[in-house]
């Protein structure tokens, strides 16, 4: 069935460090993307998304690229701030599964000054 | 802006309490989820609703069940609450899509539920 790997962590970085969170997926059909960010007791909230291969979403400075070949999501940002601590989820929704989401299993990230 | 709103944010309640967790989303979406979230499990989806009075169980219906009476609103419902029940509560509202499977999801600001 579908599913999604994400790395695991946690993940602690300091300030304005390069970040990258691994996530493939897998998928029968033409799954949608997604990345999904949960700051301390808030609920999640969309981050970016991409619903073709060779997409990039981008929000905030995050990016993550599409990536049939490898079957790959990877969240990428260039220089974490401090307000970037959080726990980051992958995603897929597929049209053969209806209307269900997958997700990972979720990525801490801690950034220190 | 899409808003989903749960009931309580924090709930403690007695081991076979029947216990109700509430869900309202502002946006007219058809679709409706309930997930659970567990350290290192991340979400596990329990039951999701395409439309009114409909429901479908998810990975984790056992111990669970689900009320849509009205669009804008997703009941969960612990019949004879456990303390394997002690978690996050999170709901879901979806919007519509052009093709089954591509909106994203909104999220409310959880419940975290203790059974004691």
């Known amino acids: 069935g579908d599913s999604v790997t994400q790395m695991e962590g946690p993940v602690t970085l300091s300030e304005e460090a390069f970040l990258t969170i691994n996530c493939t997926y897998t998928?029968?059909?033409?799954?949608?993307l997604f990345w999904y960010v949960q700051y301390p007791g808030e609920g999640l909230q969309l981050l970016l998304k991409?619903?073709?291969?060779?997409d990039k979403g981008s929000n905030k400075g995050f990016e993550a690229t599409y990536r049939k070949e490898t079957t790959s999501f990877h969240l990428e940002k260039g220089s974490v701030q401090v307000s970037d601590s959080a726990v980051y989820f992958c995603a897929l929704s597929a049209p053969n599964t209806g209307n269900q989401f997958y997700f990972g299993t979720g990525t801490s990230l801690t950034v220190i000054p | 802006d899409v808003k989903v709103t749960q009931s309580s944010r924090y709930l403690v309640k007695r081991t076979g309490e029947k216990v109700f967790l509430e869900c309202v989303q502002d946006m007219d979406h058809e679709n409706m989820f309930w997930y659970r979230q567990d350290p290192g499990l991340g979400l596990r989806l329990i039951y999701f609703s395409y439309d009114v009075k409909m429901k479908e169980k998810g990975d984790i219906p056992e111990g669970y069940s689900v009320s849509r009476e009205k669009k804008e609103r997703f009941s969960l419902i612990l019949e004879s609450a456990s303390t394997n029940q002690t978690s996050m509560y999170l709901c879901?509202?979806?919007?519509?899509?052009?093709?089954?499977?591509?909106?994203?999801?909104?999220f409310g600001p959880g419940t975290r539920l203790t059974v004691l």
């Open positions: 879901a509202s979806r919007t519509p899509s052009g093709g089954a499977g591509l909106g994203e999801q909104f």
């Open positions: 998928a029968t059909g033409y799954p949608s």
């Open positions: 991409a619903t073709k291969a060779d």
